[in-house]
């Protein structure tokens, strides 16, 4: 599904109503219907013996508000609508809903955080309806504005929330939260999903989201450029490599795994087994001398060898080797378990320049690229895999502080040229060109050491496979996470592991073969 960010809205919109000569009064009123049947939908009686509160802004969101308010009023709903903010700042619009409401016998009354006879009301509601902020909300919502005390009001309620396209306090474009925020248990978005309601704070704020069509003509919608898209079962059907009826080992891709050190043994383990898991061919397994005895025993689908060098670590000696290795591999997934040294990080860059293979890089892997991106630029043209969670993105110049998850992923991937896959919930995958995956799967029991080892024989085994580095990484974290979900449902989030993942692999897999 399309994400859409507040300006190509804002663009959406203008062209209906200057170009198509849509009247922008008709929209609100199809925004309205949506809102107002989401409202009566919650409801737990008739409407007759049922209360709203409506708190509106004086935008055109507020607009929406306005109208929804009628709506309910003449389906028999005792309702009440409240403005958060002054009369002189109603758009033309809104001041038309405010006398369409007025004429029902329903005033649009200013909202008073020290009434009490207000606050008495609100409190009884069945349902909420949010219409005090917009997609347009681009500064903090102060602390001791009536904005915030209507938020907290409507938070405190019993009753359900419904936010009119998107709750208000949500940043449209990354998901923040800017102060405070709504939370709805649905939202009723216009014309397409945002970018808020997918990642961050937003999505765990905007409950249900349906997406409600308002007469935005469908070849504006499609001609949009939208770059960023959740990732959805059909995607991920779509991006799996198809596998020969008569093909052998060789034909499912021939992946090399390095890593693991003294007190790191699962790691490398763990991602050897997920990636034969997952359908490649053959899987090799490049570990320090003085850990193979354990991987060996370990490890029955995969192939683990000793690299020569420290018996503990992997450093300059293990080099050749592992360029010898590669050299009948298709894939390398470089960093599971490997532990931070110089010499360990100075094999990783010198590997890197190296080969001219697609390369999975994670955990210390990555860490070795700190104050040494530009061996990641070099790389340029050639596939790299990066899979970072917070802190390992921020040590190889990650930005986070200014921007949301999803623009900082595109804007690394675009800078350095590479396919960043940004850990975390609600996981993002940027492309090189700039585009943006947002992963829907996964849940809190992931967030447990060994998780992200599981994720990298995913996504490499896809790739050895014959994935796009797009498709892989994408399809990998869905794959990961709905295993994951998998593993939750038989176990709690509580109670799993990733090799219970692992094992929950083969479901995942049959969910989207059908």
């Not at 947002?438 to 599981?454: C, E, H, P, R, W």
């Amino acid at each position: 599904m399309k994400l859409a960010t507040a300006a190509q809205m804002w663009e959406l919109d203008r062209q209906a109503i200057e170009k198509r000569g849509i009247p922008s009064i008709d929209l609100m009123e199809r925004a309205a219907e949506g809102v107002a049947q989401a409202a009566l939908d919650l409801l737990p009686d008739r409407p007759g013996k049922c209360r709203a509160a409506v708190f509106c802004g004086a935008g055109n969101n507020g607009g929406d508000g306005i109208a929804a308010a009628r709506l309910l009023f003449l389906k028999g709903v005792k309702v009440r609508a409240f403005l958060v903010g002054t009369y002189e700042k109603l758009t033309p619009d809104a001041l038309e809903e405010t006398r369409r409401l007025s004429e029902c016998g329903v005033e649009l009354e200013p909202f008073d955080p020290k009434n009490g006879d207000q606050t008495a009301w609100v409190r009884s509601c069945h349902v909420l309806v949010d219409a005090i902020f917009g997609v347009g909300l681009s500064r903090e919502i102060a602390s001791d504005s009536a904005f915030a005390s209507a938020i907290r009001l409507v938070n405190e309620c019993r009753g359900k929330v419904v936010a009119a396209d998107i709750a208000s306090g949500v940043e449209t474009d990354t998901g923040r939260v800017l102060g405070c925020g709504i939370k709805a248990d649905r939202t009723v978005t216009f014309t397409a999903k945002k970018i808020g309601q997918a990642v961050g704070d937003g999505f765990l704020l905007s409950g249900e989201v349906e997406v409600r069509d308002i007469g935005i003509p469908a070849d504006l919608i499609k001609k949009a450029a939208c770059p960023v898209q959740t990732v959805e079962a059909d995607f991920v059907r779509t991006a799996l490599p198809p596998r020969k009826t008569d093909g052998h080992k060789g034909d499912f891709g021939k992946l090399l795994i390095v890593g693991g050190a003294e007190g790191y043994t699962g790691a490398p383990y763990l991602t050897a087994s997920a990636a034969a898991r997952s359908g490649c061919g053959l899987v090799y397994l490049g570990v320090p001398a003085g850990i193979w005895a354990v991987e060996a025993a370990k490890c029955v689908s995969a192939m683990p060898f000793p690299l020569p060098g420290k018996l503990s670590y992997l450093g300059k000696k293990a080099l050749p080797a592992i360029l010898e290795k590669l050299s009948a591999c298709d894939v390398l997934a470089l960093g599971p378990g490997l532990g931070r040294n110089e010499q360990t990080a100075w094999m990783v860059r010198e590997l890197l320049l190296r080969t001219e293979k697609p390369v999975v890089l994670d955990a210390d892997g990555i860490n070795a690229l700190a104050g040494h991106i530009d061996v990641l630029d070099q790389r340029r043209g050639r596939v790299t895999i990066l899979t970072p969670h917070d802190g390992e993105f921020a040590r190889i110049g990650g930005e986070l502080s200014q921007t949301g998850r999803v623009q900082a992923a595109g804007d690394f991937a675009k800078t350095h040229g590479c396919t960043l896959v940004l850990k975390g919930h609600r996981t993002v995958t940027a492309a090189p060109q700039g585009n943006v995956l947002v992963n829907t799967t996964g849940n809190s029991g992931l967030a447990k050491g060994g998780s992200g080892d599981v994720l990298t024989g995913v996504i490499a085994s896809l790739l050895a496979q014959g994935a796009t580095a797009v498709q892989a990484a994408a399809a990998g974290v869905w794959l990961h996470g709905r295993a994951g979900d998998l593993a939750a449902q038989a176990l709690t989030a509580y109670g799993m592991t990733p090799e219970d993942v692992i094992r929950k692999m083969p479901e995942a897999f049959w969910e989207i073969l059908g």
